[in-house]
Every structure is written in C-alpha cells, then in structure tokens.
C-alpha cells in the first residue's frame, strides 16, 4: 500500500480442512485478511489477489484447494 494508504492493524487467520486418512494432508485452506484503516477497497483486493495468485508459493505448494476473504473495518467481503 502506498504510506497513505497503509493500515492501521492487518492480520491474516487461516483454518484449514484435513484429510480423514493418515497422513491427514490438508484439502482445503480458508484464507481470511484483517484489515482496518481508510484504505480503498479496489487497492485492498488488488493486493489480496497479488499476494495469492503471484507472491504465495506456500499455497501453491501444498497442492490444496483455497477460498479467501477479507473484513474491511469490521465488513466481510468473498474473493473466492
């Protein structure tokens, strides 16, 4: 984000789905940005899709399914 543009808190909480079988690898990840601050939405998903679809290699890695999502200043908002 631009230093205007910069958040007040940012966290990222993942849950993640696991296979019954041993060795229980993960299936699916959920993905969910915490943000708060006087940020553009445009800007914030944009940084959002860079991050997963271009800067994560750990997703991609894993082989697994993923949704996302993010809570701008308390509102919820599905990526995918």
Known sequence: ???HDTPL???IEIEGERADEE???FTH???LYLI???IPKDKVVRA???SVDKYCS???SLGVSYSYAYRLNG???NLR
């Open 1 to 3: 984000f631009p230093s």
């Open 75 to 77: 509102e919820l908002f």
């Open 48 to 50: 959002i899709e860079l």
């Open 58 to 60: 750990a997703i991609h």
């Open 29 to 31: 990840l959920k993905v």
């Open 36 to 38: 708060e601050g006087e």
């Open 23 to 25: 060795p229980k690898k």
């Open 9 to 11: 808190t940012f966290r």
